[in-house]
């Protein structure tokens, strides 16, 4: 919206008028670590002498580590003009300052990462402060712990093939078992009093043999009898829809049916076709969106899966002996079924898994 204003000046006057002007002032790493610098000064009262040498040295580290990712990130730098980021920017080195544990300072960096990309959501920004203040005091069993619950809960994978989705798992996990998890009761205690969880004495964990199946039904379901009236309705549903037969495959788990690949109905929204086109002399993979009528079409097609509790049972019982199959995965499933009461995670607890998780594996997306 322009407003209309007017202005009068007098004989050999320059009138100028702006509607409004916004200053950015770009921040460059030299600035930032200026900046960084600056922060640091406010802390080197709080030390005496010797101590502040020890301080000195893991600020350092922890500048180290947190500018080059902040680089990576477009416009990241820019969140060290931020009077509320330096704020937090100084709690997290006084962190590191506290902290023995190297892996602290990549974890601190993550999490300044993170206010940078929620800086508008206050939530967000509530448990991301909260988490820094704790990131020197969560044991390394505890964070281990609180970390592969986060993933268990958090992430699943694209893949609608049933051995290439458990062998992303397993990959996963194999990169954040980083050491041995926590048994028994104390590591939750921990986490507890830090507000990382909340424990539900009275309750229980769903066994993984329950939940994965759950959270990915297009694995286990029963699918398509071969050579059936239903098969035949499902191919001539792709061919009718200009669909690939190959989204019609032989079931992993029973070869006497045929199922989608896709790991669940909701995942159906998200599928996008690979088409080859020739362009300038070559071809190139373009990937396109489904329409709504094909959607709605690969939707029909799942409605004809039968039904039959019983093989559905056995499918799900197949699938859980192709997970203990894979190191990491049976080692997740004992640990899992071994934990001695329910609990959820927190805000704060979540932020912290996630950032500890991405500083295993640098693939996995942004927090929500």
Known sequence: MINSQSQKGGDGSTNLQAQQMVVHVGIDEKRAREIYQEMNLQLRKDYSQEALNIANSRVIEFENRLM??????????????????????????KTAAATERAADYDLLSELLIHRFQKGANRIARAGISLAVEIVDKVSDEALLGLTASHAVSSFFPLSG???????????LFGK???????????????????????????????????????????????????????????????????????????????????RLVV????????????????????????QKELSEEQKQAIKSI????????????????????????RPNLRTLREWWDSIP???????????????????CDKSLPPID
């Not at 009461?341 to 500083?359: D, E, M």
Request: hydrophobic residues 40%; negative net charge.
């Open 263 to 286: 790991r669940s109905t909701k995942s159906i929204d998200d599928i996008s076709l690979v088409h080859q086109i020739f362009h300038e002399g070559r071809f190139i993979s373009v």
């Open 176 to 258: 954040i078992f980083y050491r041995e998890l926590p048994g028994g009761q104390d590591w939750l205690d921990h986490l507890d009093i830090l507000d990382a969880i909340r424990l539900t004495p009275f309750g229980s964990l769903k066994k993984l043999g329950q939940y994965y199946p759950e959270i990915l039904p297009g694995y286990v379901d029963v699918g398509i009898a071969k050579k059936s009236e239903n098969h035949d309705k499902a191919i001539e549903i792709l061919k009718s829809h200009n669909l690939p037969a190959s989204m019609l495959v032989e079931h992993t788990l029973n070869n006497e049916f045929c």
């Open 68 to 93: 080059p990712k902040m680089a990576q990130v477009e416009g990241a730098l820019e969140a060290f003009a931020d009077p509320s980021f330096q704020l937090l920017l100084v709690e997290a080195q």
């Open 302 to 325: 799942y409605e004809l899966y039968s039904k039959d509790g019983n093989v559905r049972s056995n499918n799900i019982n197949l699938f859980m002996s192709e997970w203990d199959k």
């Open 341 to 359: 009461t329910s609990f959820t995670i927190t805000s704060v607890g979540k932020v912290l898994a996630h950032s500890n998780a991405q500083r």
């Open 161 to 171: 093939d049933i051995n290439q989705g458990l062998d992303i798992l397993n990959d």
